[in-house]
C-alpha cells in the first residue's frame, strides 16, 4: 500500500485483534491476527488446521489484509479516515457489510462492492461526518447481534477507538487522484455467421445470381437458321397437296418444336442449379 494511512490503520489492527483465540462462542473458529480459519484456508492453505493458523506468520496476515481487504474496499482512494474506518469495519464484520454501509451513506448503490462510483460519492462527502456516520452504525449492528453480551465490551472499545483515530486522521494527506473509468471496447462487428449462430434473424444479402451467356452471334445465328426454316417451309405451302410434301412440313415442325423445347428447358435447369448453388454459399 502506498497511502500514507495504512501502517498506522493495520498497526491498530493488530493491535486490536491480537494474537490466537480459539473461543467457543467466536463463530470465526481458530484465529490469529485476526484471520480466521475460513480466510487461512481461503487465501492460505486450502487445508490449513488450527495448528496452522495458530503458527502463522504475521506476514501472511499483512498479505491477506492488504489483498483481500484494503483493495477490495478501494483503500488508497478513499479520503484520509474513511479508508481507515471503512477497513477496520471489514475485517471485523465482513467487506460486504462495509461496503453496503458506506454506499447506503453516500446514496451509492449498495451491491456490497467499492466501485469508483462509491468512491466518489464518499470522497464528495465530509469526511469527519461519514467517519462518525459509518462507526456509528457499525456500533448499532453489534449491539444487535446475539454474541454482544460475551464481546460487547471490548467490541464497544474497538469502535471508539477507530472512531478516534481515524478522526485524528482526516485532513491530514490530500486526495490521491481518481484513477481514468475505463473506456467502453468498440462494439464489435458480427459476420454473418455469428449472427445465425446466436440464433437471429441474419440481414439479408443479395446475391448475384450468375446467368447464362447472352451472346448476340449465337441468338443472331438460330435466328437466322431458323428464318431460313421458316423461308423453306412456307415454299411447302404450294406444294401441301401432295402427301409427301405435307409428311415433310410436319416432320420438320415436330423437330423445331421438340428441339426448342430441350433449348429451353437445359437453359432452365442449369439456371435453378446455379442459384442452388448460389443460395448455399450464402
Known amino acids: 500500500m502506498v497511502k500514507q494511512t495504512y501502517d498506522k490503520a493495520i498497526s491498530e489492527v493488530f493491535e486490536w485483534e491480537g494474537g490466537y483465540t480459539n473461543d467457543a462462542a467466536d463463530p470465526g473458529g481458530p484465529t490469529n491476527w485476526g484471520i480466521t480459519i475460513i480466510d487461512a484456508r481461503m487465501y492460505w492453505k486450502s487445508d490449513a488446521t488450527a495448528a496452522d493458523v495458530r503458527a502463522m506468520p504475521k506476514s501472511v496476515a ?13 483503500y488508497d482512494l478513499l479520503p484520509a479516515g474513511v479508508d481507515y ?8 464484520s465482513g467487506i460486504s457489510r462495509a461496503a453496503k454501509v458506506l454506499q447506503r451513506i453516500t446514496g451509492a448503490t449498495v451491491d456490497g462492492k467499492i466501485g469508483l462510483a462509491t468512491v466518489a460519492a ?11 456516520r459509518i462507526c456509528d452504525e457499525r456500533l448499532s449492528f453489534l449491539q444487535n447481534l446475539r454474541t454482544w453480551p460475551v464481546f460487547g465490551k471490548g467490541w464497544g472499545r474497538r469502535v471508539a477507538g477507530v472512531k478516534q483515530t481515524a478522526l485524528g486522521m482526516v485532513g491530514k494527506y490530500p486526495l490521491p487522484p481518481m484513477p481514468e473509468a475505463p473506456k ?12 445465425i449462430e446466436r440464433g437471429a434473424k441474419a440481414p439479408e444479402e ?14 443472331g445465328g438460330l435466328t437466322a437458321v431458323l428464318g431460313g426454316l421458316g423461308s423453306t417451309i412456307a415454299g411447302f405451302f404450294d406444294k401441301l397437296n401432295n402427301p409427301y410434301t405435307l409428311a ?12 426448342g423445347y ?3 428447358n437445359g437453359r432452365l435447369n442449369v439456371q435453378k442449379k446455379l442459384e442452388d448453388m448460389a443460395t448455399r454459399d450464402a
Open 85 to 92: 474506518a471503512v477497513l477496520d469495519y471489514g475485517i471485523n
Open 62 to 74: 499483512s498479505e491477506i489484509y492488504v489483498k483481500h481487504y484494503a483493495d477490495p474496499v478501494k
Open 206 to 219: 443479395k446475391t448475384e445470381v450468375p446467368s447464362l451467356p447472352r451472346s448476340q452471334t449465337l441468338w
Open 262 to 264: 430441350f433449348i429451353l
Open 122 to 132: 464518499a470522497r464528495a462527502m465530509d469526511p469527519a461526518d461519514l467517519v462518525r
Open 248 to 259: 415433310a412440313f410436319i416432320f420438320i415442325v415436330l423437330v423445331i418444336c421438340v428441339g
Open 184 to 195: 467502453a471496447a468498440p462494439a464489435a462487428v458480427e459476420s454473418r455467421r455469428d449472427v
